[in-house]
């Protein structure tokens, strides 16, 4: 749960208005001023149920995706290793746009219905540009978790294809 916290803490910061909450998606320089605590805390659980969900299509429809286009393609029945890398990545894209593509498309379209819910628009402000030091580590180790998952998926790759 750390992990989504820190995403979700990058959603808060501290201005001179008060304590303002910055939407993914909404307007790079608008914030909603956050009224209360409990308030504050409803909009982390849904900010958690929402990457949690998003997580979770990315990483899971993306194995699966790629476990389909390896069992859709047979070794064998091709000649050449390149021919069978081609036709899994293009299984694998088909299989990826059902699985991934469009249910994260709809979850996203969700999300940006549902943020009226949680602020007001009276509650608008414009928020500075600056990153507090919590969210600067949040997303130095968020560019971390991603060059780690890039170089391990390459050395699966070369030990898989390497024959």
Not at 107 to 122: E, H, Q
Request: glycine fraction near 8%.
């Amino acid at each position: 749960m750390g992990f989504l916290d820190a995403v979700v803490g990058q959603a808060f910061r501290d201005e001179k208005a008060g304590r303002v909450v910055v939407f993914t998606g909404d307007r790079r320089n608008r914030g909603y001023v956050v009224r209360s605590e409990a308030e504050e805390l409803k909009i982390k659980s849904f900010l958690k149920m929402f990457y949690f969900a998003h997580f979770s299509l990315l990483l899971l429809g993306n194995l699966l995706a790629y476990a389909w286009s390896i069992f859709f393609v047979d070794v064998h029945a091709f000649g050449r290793a390149s021919e069978h890398i081609v036709r899994i990545f293009a299984i694998f894209l088909g299989t990826n746009c059902l699985l991934v593509w469009i249910p994260d498309f709809l979850l996203w379209r969700s999300y940006r219905r549902s943020l009226p819910n949680f602020v007001s628009a009276d509650d608008a402000v414009s928020v500075s540009g600056g990153l507090s030091a919590q969210q600067k580590l949040a997303r130095r180790a968020l560019i971390v978790v991603g060059i780690t998952i890039v170089m391990l998926a390459g050395i699966l790759w070369l030990v898989c294809f390497k024959r």
